[in-house]
């Protein structure tokens, strides 16, 4: 009726019309929908971590990560909160399943509850959700590139170009068979110079997310190497491993993620020589 009579080109009636249909039980359906195909939770369903190297995940845990999210991500649209606190705010919703994943203590049940994150927690904001962390990795091992990708196209939508044709895949080993750290098998994969330019943008981020594993867990060590979540920007800026400060979040500060350093360059045509990189 208020569109017909044209009156929800004024703020103020669209407003009031806004917050009336998100207070409705239907909008729940919205906010799942949206959330599932924005964050990519609707792919958790079809992610099978290796049981030998993840023996603790299993179904209880793959849902208690997309009830988070969908909670944590309702929180925001109905709370009107700013869009930065995706990245930064101080709580979370969890179960006892999902504490115990976060070591988060004190927590007794199955059902969500909303929980204040201390200045040090490691869960601020979606970065730090292992529904994101899960859904952006392969099933024996995290990806920096696939994280780095998706904060790009996700959260920036800055997409880089699709991969050239032939590229070869990651070697977990050297020539001699000696097994690498990830930051020296991504080196390695970086020497070519076409691949180099969109992996600087897209690896700086996945390596700030190295601290946590395949399945959200946080870790120190990968195998036997120490964790390197340091990096740095193509604008030169220094991306430090997580910080506790107030307005931080786990890549940083979100300003950081905003930098203007991520506009990316057009696709390389296929055969084509980089002879420099800007």
């Not at 958790?44 to 299993?58: E, H, I, M, N």
């Not at 292992?130 to 780095?148: A, C």
């Not at 220094?238 to 930098?259: A, F």
Request: proline letters at 9%; a positive charge; hydrophobic letters at 40%.
């Amino acid at each position: 009726d208020l569109a017909a009579k044209r009156q929800l080109s004024n703020p103020a009636v669209l407003a009031t019309q806004v917050r009336r249909m998100m207070a409705d039980a239907r909008a729940v359906a919205f906010v799942n929908n949206f959330a599932g195909q924005w964050l990519f939770l609707r792919n958790l369903d079809a992610v099978v971590p290796v049981q030998s190297v993840f023996p603790d995940f299993d179904d209880a845990l793959r849902q208690s990560f997309r009830r988070e999210t969908e909670l944590f991500f309702d929180s925001i649209v109905r709370e009107n909160r700013s869009a930065l606190d995706l990245l930064r705010a101080d709580y979370t919703f969890v179960n006892e399943r999902l504490a115990d994943h976060y070591d988060i203590p004190n927590i007794k049940g199955d059902h969500f509850r909303r929980v204040t994150l201390g200045p040090d927690s490691k869960r601020r904001g979606l970065l730090g959700q292992g529904s994101i962390l899960t859904v952006t990795s392969y099933p024996d091992r995290t990806s920096p590139v696939v994280r780095g990708k998706w904060i790009l196209e996700n959260l920036l939508g800055t997409p880089p170009p699709p991969p050239l044709p032939n590229v070869p895949p990651l070697r977990a080993t050297d020539t001699s068979g000696v097994v690498l750290p990830m930051r020296q098998r991504m080196e390695r994969h970086r020497s070519n110079p076409v691949c180099a330019s969109c992996h600087a943008r897209m690896d700086p981020l996945g390596f700030a997310l190295e601290n946590y594993d395949a399945i959200g867990r946080w870790r120190t060590m990968d195998g036997d190497f120490p964790v390197d979540s340091t990096g740095i920007l193509p604008d030169g800026t220094h991306l430090q491993p997580l910080r506790n400060d107030k307005d931080g979040s786990v890549c940083g500060k979100p300003q950081e993620l905003t930098s203007s350093a991520f506009v990316l360059p057009k696709p390389v045509p296929a055969g084509a020589v980089v002879v420099a990189i800007a």
